[in-house]
């Protein structure tokens, strides 16, 4: 049996630094898109960054917000207390508010708010101390990407959560890092794998898509991932790297319509002719003798 779908939609940082455009983000896929959990980020700049990165030009010019990284990823970050007005209002919405972390205090502070959900990103996956702290001091779920992971970095994480009898909390997501990501990279039996791996292990296997389109996110869930996360944006063509590889709001609306569509499918016959086609049956199907 098939669990219902959730998905995620990843604001991420594609508010531009904007409390009201956050909101409004909120506010259209509460009323239009439907998606389950809209999802944030938290970083501490000077934490998550070595000094080196900080003051380093953005690899991007056209898209930075600042004369340094550093610059740009301030420019960009909302603290706590807009964190927790974002949480206020999406409650007011009818959704589920949740961020991920990139850093200890970012961490700490995310974990305050008691949100059902937190997300580690890819990038920090390998961070143990992060990892360790939310298993002993956060009650919720505990979502990990796995893009650009090793095997052995893939297992010690695993190992980790099960020391810490913290494994029915964590859902795995099968991801690749790239924005956006072409098909032939996106590689969903990985879905397959991580099941058959650690299916009986963990809470659940998910998928974290960077692609273009909403196909590929069915295909993901009827192999397995209940929970697709996929980024959200007002626009593509908004300034900001992770724009082109989210969906608008009608994109969003769909792929949450068609994940639901898929959800109803997945079932066998409760019958060999179901009342439906009984119909049918009375009026085509060929009787035997009779001209």
């Known amino acids: 049996m098939y669990s219902k779908p959730r998905v995620i939609a990843e604001v991420g940082c594609n508010h531009m630094g904007e409390m009201n455009l956050a909101k409004e983000l909120i506010k259209v896929n509460a009323i239009f898109c439907k998606a389950d959990i809209i999802k944030f980020q938290k970083r501490n700049p000077k934490e998550s960054l070595t000094k080196e990165q900080y003051y380093a030009p953005h690899p991007n010019p056209q898209n930075s917000y600042g004369k340094t990284y550093g610059e740009h990823r301030e420019f960009l970050e909302f603290t706590i ?3 927790r007005e974002l949480k206020e209002f999406c409650e007011e919405m009818g959704t589920v508010y949740s961020s991920s ?5 970012s961490t700490k502070e995310i974990a305050s708010l008691k949100p059902k959900m937190i997300k580690i990103p890819s990038a920090c996956n390998n961070n143990y101390e992060i990892l360790s702290w939310l298993c002993d001091n956060y009650e919720g779920e505990i979502h990990v990407s796995l893009g650009m992971t090793t095997r052995e970095e893939e297992e010690k994480l695993i190992k980790l959560f099960e020391d810490r009898n913290r494994n029915k909390d964590l859902i795995l997501y099968s991801c690749t890092s790239g924005y956006p990501v072409p098909f032939e990279d996106v590689c969903l ?6 099941k058959k791996s650690y299916g009986d292990i963990v ?3 998910g998928f974290s898509g960077h692609h273009k389109g909403i196909a590929i ?6 192999l397995g991932a209940v929970t697709v996360e996929r980024h959200f944006t ?6 900001g790297t992770d724009h082109a590889a989210s969906l608008e709001p009608d994109g969003m609306r769909k792929l949450v319509r068609n994940l639901n569509a898929a959800y109803k499918s997945l079932t066998y016959k409760k019958e060999e002719i ?4 009984k119909v049918q049956r009375d009026k085509l199907k060929f009787k035997e003798g009779v001209r």
């Open 81 to 83: 207390d807009q964190h």
């Open 101 to 105: 972390v990139w850093d200890m205090t």
């Open 189 to 194: 039996m990985e879905i397959k794998r991580l």
């Open 203 to 205: 809470k659940e296997i």
């Open 217 to 222: 996110d069915i295909a993901a869930y009827t």
């Open 234 to 239: 007002l626009d593509r063509t908004f300034k």
């Open 274 to 277: 179901l009342d439906i086609e």
